[in-house]
C-alpha cells in the first residue's frame, strides 16, 4: 500500500542555519510528491512538487527538495532558516501505479530558534 | 481572486443531526476532495472526485457522504454525526491538465460534535 512517512514530529533549528525536514514514501508506481506548509489557524499551501525530471527541486520561500529514487525519499531542505519559517509541513504524494488518492504524512513542526 | 471556500467555518452541533459543510472553488478545477486533520494523524482524504458526477472513496469514508453535481461544488455530508467525526476539515481542488498539479486548500473548518 502506498504510503508517506515524516520520522519527525518536531525538528528544531537556530535561525541562519540549514534545515532539513524528512520524508519517505512507498509506492507501486512511479510517485508524484509534493510538501506544504500550514501556518497557525491557515489552510495548507503548496511548497513545490516533484513529477518527474531533475531530482533538485526548488520552491517557494527559498525551500528546496531532493528527489532520491533508490532511498525512496523527498526531504525539505533550506539553506538559511528563517524565523519566518517556523510552521507544520506535509509531505504528499500520489501513486502513478494506482488510483488517484493523494496520501499525507503526518507532519514534521519545524521550530526556528532566534 | 483565485481560491476555494468553505463555509461554515466554526460548527457546533450534537450527535445524530445531519449537517453539510459546503466546498467551493473558481479555478474550475476537475479534481476536488476532503481530508480532516487530528493531532499526531496529518491528513486523511475522506473522499475525493476526479470530475462532476465522479466520486471516490478516500482512507477514511465512514459516516461521510460526497457529491458533485457541479464542477465548482463539492459538499461533504454527515447524515448523523458521532463525537469522533469533531476535527479539523479541509477541501483542496486541483487541476490535472496533463499531469497532477498541486492543491489549493480552503480555509478549514473546525467542527465539534457533542
Known amino acids: 500500500a502506498q504510503s508517506v512517512a515524516q520520522p519527525e514530529d518536531q525538528v528544531n533549528v537556530a535561525e541562519g542555519n540549514p534545515l532539513t525536514v524528512k520524508c519517505t514514501y512507498s509506492?507501486?508506481?512511479?510517485?508524484?510528491l509534493f510538501w506544504y506548509v500550514q501556518y497557525p489557524n491557515r489552510g495548507l499551501q503548496f511548497l513545490l512538487k516533484?513529477?518527474?525530471?531533475?531530482?533538485l527541486v526548488k520552491g517557494s520561500y527559498g525551500f528546496e527538495a531532493e528527489f532520491n529514487k533508490s532511498q525512496t525519499s523527498f526531504h525539505l531542505k533550506k539553506p538559511s532558516a528563517l524565523v519566518s519559517d517556523s510552521a507544520l509541513y506535509f509531505c504528499?504524494?500520489?501513486?502513478?501505479?494506482?488510483?488517484?488518492?493523494?496520501?499525507f504524512g503526518k507532519g514534521t513542526r519545524l521550530h526556528i530558534l532566534p | 481572486e483565485a481560491q476555494v471556500t468553505q463555509n461554515p467555518r466554526y460548527l457546533i452541533t450534537v450527535t445524530g443531526k445531519k449537517l453539510t459543510v459546503t466546498c467551493s472553488q473558481n479555478m474550475n478545477h476537475e479534481y476536488m476532495s476532503w481530508y480532516r486533520q487530528d493531532p499526531g494523524l496529518g491528513l486523511r482524504q475522506i473522499y475525493y472526485?476526479?470530475?462532476?458526477?465522479?466520486?471516490d472513496k478516500g482512507d477514511v469514508p465512514e459516516g461521510y457522504k460526497v457529491s458533485r453535481k457541479e464542477k465548482r461544488n463539492f459538499p461533504l455530508i454527515l447524515e448523523s454525526p458521532s463525537p469522533n467525526q469533531t476535527s479539523l476539515y479541509f477541501c483542496a481542488s486541483t487541476s490535472f491538465s496533463g499531469t497532477y498539479n498541486e492543491q489549493f486548500f480552503g480555509p478549514g473548518t473546525r467542527l465539534t460534535v457533542l
Open positions: 472526485s476526479m470530475n462532476v458526477e465522479v466520486t
Open positions: 509506492v507501486s508506481g512511479n510517485p508524484y
Open positions: 516533484y513529477i518527474t525530471g531533475d531530482n
Open positions: 504528499a504524494v500520489r501513486d502513478t501505479g494506482r488510483d488517484d488518492k493523494i496520501i
